[in-house]
């Protein structure tokens, strides 16, 4: 009989323990709500603190809690999220995982809010790398992005100096790599970039991009590498990028090198040149803030096959998506915190935490103080200024044409791309095995996916 | 019919839970994954059709699939020789009493107490061609010309990832070798060395002989173990670079993960489940004839 007592309190105790393990948040009447970000270094994640506290003390009926996936286990836990069914109520995330989302049928339309940040309809920069790259054919906005990051040559203006080398004379990639075999000669590794089998894929996309090349075409979104002339100017990105790690240019090791790297690498004087999206600037601010003033950008220099000087640029955002689920109960929150941090503070906030990489796509926010009230942002108001009216012109992403397809959420979540740049470059694969590996996963992945590989007929 | 008694209704009772545990965790995702090697199924996409024997036959045309078996075999055999080597030759240095043994063995113990990720971060870490102590030494000491990028050369990257298996695993084996070198008999010993043999003709004529079927029955179990090693090569290299590290549990994981293409990735595991199934079948067979 007191065994059969102490079973019943037990089991009380323990269903006492669940109702109140899942429901203290509720029971103070608060509304709970959650992000994941693949934006996870310490900088992001005080920045993101900051915004929330100065949330929730506005609204105290309302917690935020974030949870940080790094982009190398994002797929993989967004899957077994799906799967499970247990997934936040927004992300911040770069445009590919939206894409990757929505043709998840994972993600809510942002129209409504997206109305409410920027009424007229003007705030936001025009370009391929703003809000269009979130916006299906259909009209519907599926992120808004908070920031965006465009790739150039980054680049030790004190070496360049030295060596009495203008920046502005290097415009082809035959010029800059004579300035990379002279740097070479001075003893300096010429190039850091991300050639890690996660990472690879993005320089394939960046250097075709220079050379004037894009995946798929801009109005319909058909697949153009079946085109001579614009697989060829995929070839001649291939060739350029063997032809620099093959003649010493880029630094040992290089193969797994992910951003951190060559970021880090930049920061410490191991490189002269990177290929990077300005993550650099946060990197030394924090290793080696001396090596801020050496540090400027240039467009990328044009391809052999590319026309137009400055030549395409890729560019990623990050962007807010709001979960579908999520939406229906939780709607008047999750808005209000979006419109919170589309405030000019808390963007400026949020870019300070990764400063010139993350740079702000609402006018207001450009124009505002409050953005350049960061120090070392300030420090590169040219730089930005730079990229803002060289390079964002042009920029875009692979895949992103046309606006988010589902190839696109593909190219940055699976390794065939980078499988081939690295086998090029490291395994002595033939330019023409390497290209047939290219095209073959490519229409492989079109066709899985029902891609229209000759375009959308509307 | 026999009626159980109460006791035996209460044994089987307690056995209800394990019972469970096994038909939930063990036979039905292992059923579920012999029948979906027999499915086209993306797991994006959600699309599922019936493909036969399709995913088994386009297996065996698939290089990348041969490429990774090639791999797993060399991982295997080389981790196995390495660990059987390194942890025999340990194992006669640690199979004698003097002061402070226990403390000795159990250090020797260490690499394979540490959990996983932490061998993995720190053997990256130290092979890091840029920051890495072991090619910092091997410069120091002109023993290399520069920095050596153990983990970024494809020629190195498997056999560095071989070396941390074997430094990992070779505890477990020199335990089990130290248990059995003490069961040998001194007198064997004895005698050979009233007969004048050397160390060398003790260990080649009377500690390997005595040891041969222990040693096969070990060695069978790890290559089980060492062919489905997954999270320490995952955590070194995630199969790169250019492929170099690229194992089978590593590609069915990319076939899964990667590209969703579940039924394609069960395949390939069911191939892997079939070779170790051949295995088991000797190691059984062994310990059948050792009992």
């Given at each position: 009989m007191k065994k059969r007592g102490t079973l019943v309190v037990f089991i009380l105790l323990i269903s006492v323990l669940a109702v109140f393990a899942n429901g203290t948040n509720e029971s103070e009447g608060k509304t709970h709500l959650t992000f994941w970000t693949a934006l996870t270094t310490t900088a992001d994640q005080q920045a993101h603190q900051k915004i929330i506290e100065a949330f929730q003390a506005e609204n105290p009926d309302i917690e935020v809690t974030v949870e940080y996936v790094s982009h190398k286990d994002w797929y993989t836990r967004m899957m077994t999220s799906v799967t499970s069914g247990d997934y936040p109520d927004m992300v911040l995330c770069d445009q590919s995982e939206v894409a990757w989302m929505y043709y998840q049928g994972m993600l809510a339309p942002m129209n409504d809010v997206l109305s409410a940040i920027d009424p007229t309809g003007t705030d936001f920069v025009s370009g391929k790398a703003s809000i269009d790259s979130c916006r299906t054919r259909d009209g519907n906005v599926w992120g808004i992005p908070f920031s965006m990051n465009i790739n150039a040559i980054w680049y030790r203006a004190d070496i360049l100096d030295d060596l009495g080398i203008?920046?502005?004379?290097?415009?082809?990639w035959d010029d800059l790599y004579e300035v990379c075999e002279l740097v070479k000669g001075q003893g300096y590794t010429a190039m850091g970039m991300a050639l890690a089998r996660e990472a690879a894929y993005q320089q394939l996309c960046i250097w075709s991009n220079a050379n004037?090349?894009?995946?798929?075409?801009?109005?319909?979104g058909a697949y153009l590498l079946d085109i001579p002339s614009e697989r060829k100017k995929v070839e001649d990105a291939l060739l350029y990028l063997k032809k620099l790690n093959d003649n010493g240019m880029m630094p040992a090791g290089v193969s797994n090198w992910m951003w951190v790297d060559y970021r880090t690498a930049m920061a410490n004087g191991e490189v002269v040149f990177t290929s990077s999206w300005g993550g650099d600037i946060g990197v030394a601010s924090e290793v080696?803030?001396?090596?801020l003033e050496n540090l400027s950008v240039m467009v990328h220099p044009v391809g052999p096959d590319g026309e137009e000087y400055p030549p395409y640029h890729d560019a990623g955002i990050w962007a807010w998506s709001i979960t579908a689920g999520a939406y229906e109960t939780k709607k008047e929150a999750i808005d209000k915190w979006i419109e919170f941090f589309f405030e000019p503070e808390n963007i400026s906030i949020a870019c300070a935490a990764r400063p010139v990489y993350n740079l702000p796509l609402q006018k207001s926010v450009l124009e505002s103080d409050v953005f350049y009230s960061d120090p070392i942002t300030e420090m590169f108001k040219d730089e930005i200024e730079y990229l803002f009216e060289y390079a964002l012109p042009t920029a875009r992403r692979v895949g992103f044409e046309?606006?988010?397809?589902i190839v696109a959420g593909q190219i940055s979540s699976q390794l065939f791309l980078s499988d081939a740049v690295q086998n090029y470059l490291f395994n002595n694969w033939s330019l023409e095995e390497t290209m047939e590996y290219i095209d073959s996963n490519m229409k492989d992945v079109m066709e899985e996916f029902n891609y229209p590989i000759d375009g959308y007929n509307e | 019919m026999r009626r159980l008694t109460r006791e035996a209704k209460i044994g089987y009772l307690f056995l209800l839970p394990s019972i469970a545990v096994f038909l939930c965790f063990v036979l039905y995702p292992f059923i579920y994954t012999i029948v979906l090697s027999f499915f086209d199924y993306n797991w994006f996409t959600k699309k599922t059709l019936f493909n036969g024997i399709g995913n088994y036959i386009s297996l065996f045309s698939d290089q990348t699939f041969w490429a990774a078996l090639g791999r797993t075999i060399f991982y295997t055999i080389g981790t196995l020789a390495g660990q059987c080597i390194l942890a025999f030759g340990i194992a006669l240095l640690l199979n004698k009493e003097y002061a402070g043994i226990g403390i000795i063995r159990s250090i020797f113990l260490l690499p394979w107490i540490l959990p996983t990720v932490v061998t993995a971060l720190a053997w990256r870490m130290m092979l890091?061609?840029?920051?890495g102590v072991i090619t910092y030494l091997l410069e120091l000491f002109n023993i290399t010309d520069g920095r050596v990028a153990f983990l970024a050369d494809t020629a190195l990257a498997l056999p560095s990832v071989m070396a941390v298996s074997i430094w990992r695993g070779f505890p477990l084996l020199m335990v089990s070798f130290i248990a059995a070198l003490q069961s040998v008999p001194k007198e064997l010993y004895e005698a050979a060395i009233i007969d004048g043999a050397s160390w060398f003709n003790q260990l080649f004529h009377i500690t390997l002989p005595y040891l041969r079927k222990l040693i096969a029955i070990i060695v069978l179990f790890r290559t089980i173990w060492v062919f489905n090693d997954y999270d320490l090569v995952w955590l070194m290299t995630r199969g790169g670079p250019a492929f170099a590290t690229e194992t089978l549990p590593i590609y069915v994981y990319q076939r899964s993960f990667g590209a969703y293409k579940f039924g394609e990735a069960t395949s390939i595991a069911m191939v892997i489940f079939f070779f170790l199934v051949v295995m088991s079948g000797f190691y059984f067979k062994l310990i059948e004839k050792e009992d």
């Open positions: 203008d920046p502005d004379s290097i415009r082809t004037g090349c894009n995946f798929f075409d801009e109005e319909n080696n803030p001396d090596m046309a606006g988010p397809s | 890091h061609e840029r920051w």
